[in-house]
């Protein structure tokens, strides 16, 4: 918690403080690297404008990386309840508040529909690019 560590740095030594500050510093921009990362590939997939540096959305991600989650379960998460949701009456919820939200893990664990650009993500992902599945035009 930020704020309890602002409250406890005030006994710091300054020299202490300043290298704290410097590491808080690091992980804040780090954070906002990946919101970026995590909104583009969204806004990329569902052709949408979602704003990294919107609070709520930053919350929602920070929520599910102090969970543990990855750059990578984010992704499988837009690219699963895309494949399901693309074309139907759910589509309006390919959203960061739905997706990245507290049903994050049932989402990321459904059975997601595979499709050509699923099996693609995953061959490059995996440095399988040599290995393409005979049928499959990339």
């Given at each position: 918690?930020?704020?309890?560590?602002?409250k406890t740095m005030s006994t710091i030594e300054p020299e202490t403080r300043n290298r704290v500050n410097k590491i808080?510093?690091?992980?804040?921009?780090?954070?906002?690297?990946?919101?970026?990362?995590?909104?583009?590939?969204?806004?990329e997939k569902v052709g949408s404008k979602y704003r990294a540096?919107?609070?709520?959305?930053?919350?929602?991600?920070?929520?599910?990386?102090?969970?543990?989650?990855?750059?990578?379960d984010?992704?499988?998460?837009?690219?699963?309840?895309?494949?399901?949701?693309?074309?139907t009456e759910y589509e309006e919820y390919l959203r960061p508040q739905t997706l990245f939200g507290t049903k994050f893990e049932g989402y990321l664990n459904s059975k997601g529909?595979?499709?050509?650009?699923?099996?693609k993500r995953n061959i490059e992902e995996n440095k399988f690019s040599n290995f393409v599945p005979s049928g499959l035009n990339f």
């Open positions: 918690n930020i704020v309890a560590m602002t808080i510093a690091r992980l804040f921009e780090n954070n906002k690297k990946l919101y970026t990362i995590i909104i583009d590939y969204l806004n540096n919107n609070k709520s959305t930053q919350q929602h991600i920070n929520a599910r990386l102090k969970e543990g989650y990855t750059v990578e984010f992704k499988t998460v837009i690219d699963k309840m895309y494949a399901k949701w693309k074309g529909v595979i499709t050509d650009e699923s099996i």
